[in-house]
């Protein structure tokens, strides 16, 4: 946190030498993994930095202890919201299997799995994930 403040200050300091402008908004925020973060009060009253301890980045929301799971238990229960609207053609005698897992790839494993990358997974969660899946299978 204290790179982050000193970084801050020398970049408002440093705008006049380049002539950059830098401008503190209301909406500018940040986030701190497990630090125990406060509000930041520039130099020369130059603006505040408010601290939040939940963030949306990229449509992932991230969270201050670094805690994934309400994230990925929205990817699941999506997912399995789509095996459910899904059902009509799963339990489809006519749907071939390979036409089966085509819909499943596509649809539901790409819902769970949207900003899975940047997951911290545990053994439950992936207990969840498996779950998730063998709901799709069963069909």
Known sequence: M???YTFLNLALDG???WGLKLKVKRKT????IGDTSRDLQLEDEKGIISHVNEYTYLGV????????????NDGINR?????????SILWDRD???KTKTRVYNAIVKSTITHAADTWC???????????????????
Do not use: Q
């Open 29 to 32: 925020k940040y986030k701190a």
């Open 15 to 17: 705008d006049e030498l």
């Open 79 to 87: 997912g399995r919201a789509a095996v459910t609207k899904l059902n």
């Open 61 to 72: 929301r991230i969270f201050k202890d670094g805690n994934y799971e309400p994230e990925i």
């Open 121 to 139: 997974l545990k053994e439950k969660t992936v207990a969840k994930l498996n779950s998730t899946e063998m709901d799709f299978w069963r069909c």
């Open 95 to 97: 749907v071939t299997p």
């Open 2 to 4: 204290v790179y982050l």
